[in-house]
């Protein structure tokens, strides 16, 4: 489905024409597509500008940086079992990358995935969050996906907040963090839920 020999920066010709357009809070606009295998260069990137905090939050430990093994892993996807959109930001220099929302498909329970969503720290309390888990609920709809699971730090309270504002709800307490687990056909039926489509589109993900 996609090159995995792209040059770094390279959009797959597939990743690009599903992408669309974003309006979040305060006018700023944020370009929506699959990840392609020339994004490497762009999470290793995104990785360096969140802060220790976030990047705890997100890998549940401290992270100074992706191998290379980890970044063929976060780039070079099937698109069956394992699905991801990254957020660019089209009206900064380079276009870097400020998001990313993947799933992973569990083996054992096809109907079922893992999922995690990354928001760089400048990009954070701006709606980028609810747009990416919007995308990421459509796209799961899509490939047949009833349930999405995530393993969220209990101190990690703006994504807690945001899953169960889709009716997720905890399944499991590990140590230190929370086992959520999203129905994915009730929420993606939840208000502005649809706007994410995954064509062309322009939507406001302002309110709330």
């Not at 329970?109 to 999922?115: K, T």
């Not at 995530?150 to 945001?162: F, I």
């Not at 039926?189 to 062309?200: G, H, K, N, Q, V």
């Amino acid at each position: 489905m996609q090159n995995t020999t792209l040059k770094a920066g390279e959009t797959d010709p597939w990743a690009r024409s599903l992408a669309f357009q974003g309006v979040l809070r305060h006018g700023r606009r944020v370009r929506i597509r699959p990840i392609s295998s020339g994004d490497k260069s762009r999470i290793a990137t995104a990785l360096l500008n969140m802060s220790a905090r976030s990047r705890y939050l997100r890998f549940h430990e401290y992270r100074t940086g992706l191998t290379d093994a980890e970044l063929r892993y976060l780039t070079e996807l099937d698109y069956r079992r394992h699905v991801a959109w990254g957020a660019l930001a089209p009206d900064e220099p380079g276009r870097p990358g400020v998001g990313v929302a993947r799933f992973i498909r569990d083996p054992e329970r096809p109907d079922a995935a893992e999922f995690a969503i990354t928001v760089v720290d400048d990009w954070q309390g701006v709606g980028l969050g609810k747009l990416l888990l919007q995308t990421l609920l459509v796209s799961a709809a899509e490939y047949g996906i009833e349930r999405l699971v995530a393993h969220v730090l209990e101190e990690n309270t703006p994504a807690l907040r945001l899953f169960r504002h889709v009716g997720a709800r905890t399944v499991a307490q590990e140590d230190g963090s929370l086992v959520l687990e999203v129905p994915v056909s009730s929420a993606i039926r939840r208000p502005r839920a649809s706007e994410a489509r995954l064509s062309r589109v322009v939507v406001d993900a302002s309110a709330g």
